[in-house]
């Protein structure tokens, strides 16, 4: 596990149905460590003159102990958002959901629009406590209007700086049915 570009260049062609589980995941870890920004598709390299490299044999084996401690009793469901929601709904249950910003690129997924209006329904009619995270867009404000709306502005630490200070200001909501 060393910051390279030509590892990172292999972990990007490697074909992911010669790999079992636990390769993908070394390998995922390994490119989001490497890429510049933390981008899941459209990665590149990541390098600066004034920093230390993302990856690191040491840095591995401490992220991976951290993990392996905040894992511990952790169920893990490989499945549709909703279908995860409705199982795991009670009285007691919190929760997050932190969806792609609608008509964004760079997510790798297709989320259309019905995913945020069936996650609105699901927040009207669930048991549990329900927290989710959008653009600040009127689309958004209208789909969530039934629900505690608060507006918090962003800080990118990769957007872009003009005359020593960001250029735009950003903004999402969090929303939440209690």
């Known amino acids: 596990m060393l910051h390279s570009r030509e590892l990172f260049l292999n972990h990007q062609e490697s074909a992911l149905q010669t790999l079992t589980d636990i390769q993908r995941a070394a390998r995922f870890y390994a490119l989001q460590r490497m890429a510049f920004g933390g981008k899941v598709s ?39 958002w909703l279908d995860c929601i409705k199982r795991y709904d009670s009285g007691g249950t919190l929760v997050f959901c932190d969806p792609p910003y609608w008509n964004t690129a760079g997510y790798g997924v297709d989320f259309g629009f019905e995913n945020y209006e069936n996650m609105a329904e699901i927040m009207r009619s669930m048991k549990g406590k329900m927290i989710v995270t959008v653009n600040d867009i009127p689309e958004m404000r209208e789909c969530f209007s039934d629900f505690s709306i608060e507006q918090l502005e962003i800080t990118y630490t990769l957007g872009k700086v003009k005359d020593g200070k960001r250029a735009d200001k950003s903004y999402e909501l969090l929303i939440r049915n209690f």
């Open 42 to 80: 459209g990665q590149s390299f990541g390098y600066a003159r004034t920093a230390k490299a993302g990856l690191s044999s040491k840095r591995f084996e401490r992220d991976v102990a951290l993990l392996t401690e905040r894992l511990n009793g952790v169920f893990i469901e490989n499945t549709h």
